[in-house]
């Protein structure tokens, strides 16, 4: 079923790569500079069937989750969602995630590279008297997210109006022929631009691809999504997201709920909040040239941070750094390697 849909993609241009974890995932469609542009003037389409996507069910599946990860699970009603990180014991960043609670189940849109890390650890937690059962969708299901400013007119052409003006997240499982399984419909691209978010059954994979294409959606491949996600800043698993950060000094402030009780990491993250120590924060560097990730950012000779993401972009060269707290932030004037650059702000990070 998922062949079928990597045949039209094929058919209209699309060239395919095998990811670290084996997944094909179609890396353009020859079409890179419409595709950006289509982000800014129309709509544009991406494949995130990659992904992972975990259903979480039971009775207890709200306390399980809120007992996990960052955000407050406990308040979330069928229809509603949001963003929240997994992390270690030491509140270290395993993953990103976008959380949609339905009557029966929560579901999880997770990072490629950590699905199989999550579902060992989410089964690890998993005690003999909870209420809990966790069920990988990845390979029966399929996730598409367009974006731009016409995405709404979009998602009226394909008749679906509920979700116009929608808090972040929110969805409905609309259940229209021909789709078998319905197909469910969340606000949100998982950027910065404002879009949504589908996920459906395999088997309805082809011909709704085919749908959003034919309503006027420009196809977009994963080379594009990874320039967009570092000019707008969306952290990524082995490169913002490691062992050596956690959520605060990732900026993602918005998976955080201060108040919301013990949870795997709480202690470490509460204790940055309310000490003030965060020692290093996630920004965006406007690079005078190439730079490779890893290199260090100085300010005279003294270093203060580390370069993690690179792309070059059609308005120059840009990068994601991790930069001391005390160096200053946006504004500041730094040193990459042998390139300059200058500290702004993301547009992902600031929502």
């Excluded at 011909?207 to 707008?232: F, H, S, T």
């Excluded at 270093?303 to 160096?327: D, M, N, Q």
């Amino acid at each position: 079923m998922i062949q079928q849909l990597h045949d039209i993609q094929a058919a209209t241009g699309a060239t395919f790569a095998e990811l670290t974890t084996k997944e094909i995932v179609p890396v353009s469609f020859g079409n890179d500079a419409e595709a950006i542009t289509a982000t800014k003037q129309g709509v544009a389409l991406y494949d995130r069937t990659h992904w992972g996507r975990i259903q979480i069910s039971d009775s207890d599946r709200l306390r399980f989750l809120h007992n996990q990860s960052t955000n407050n699970f406990n308040i979330l009603k069928p229809g509603q969602g949001c963003d929240t990180v997994f992390v270690t014991s030491t509140a270290r960043t395993i993953d990103l995630a976008t959380a949609y609670a339905t009557e029966d189940a929560v579901l999880l849109l997770v990072s490629a590279n950590r699905r199989r890390q999550l579902l060992e650890l989410l089964d690890r937690y998993i005690f003999p008297m909870d209420r809990v059962e966790l069920t990988d969708l990845t390979d029966t299901t399929v996730a598409f997210s367009f974006f731009g400013p016409e995405s709404t007119q979009l998602l009226e052409k394909i008749g679906v109006t509920e979700l116009e003006n929608q808090p972040y997240a929110t969805h409905k499982l609309i259940k229209t022929p021909p789709y078998q399984g319905g197909v469910r419909v969340a606000v949100g691209s998982g950027l910065a631009t404002p879009g949504y978010t589908l996920i459906a059954q395999a088997c309805d994979a082809a011909n709704l691809w085919q749908e959003l294409v034919k309503a006027g959606a420009v196809p977009m491949g994963d080379r594009v999504w990874e320039q967009l996600r570092i000019e707008q800043g969306r952290p990524a698993p082995d490169f913002e997201l490691t062992d050596d950060y956690n959520p605060l000094e990732a900026r993602l402030l918005h998976t955080i709920t201060y108040d919301k009780g013990c949870y795997i990491g709480q202690e470490t993250i509460a204790r940055l909040n309310t000490y003030k120590g965060v020692k290093q924060e996630l920004w965006g560097v406007q690079l005078s040239g190439a730079v490779e990730p890893g290199t260090a950012v100085t300010i005279g000779e003294e270093k203060v941070g580390k370069l993690t993401s690179f792309t070059e972009t059609e308005s120059g060269f840009f990068g994601l750094a991790y930069i001391r707290t005390k160096a200053g932030g946006e504004g500041l004037k730094v040193q990459v390697g042998e390139m300059t650059g200058e500290v702004v702000n993301l547009p992902f990070l600031s929502l």
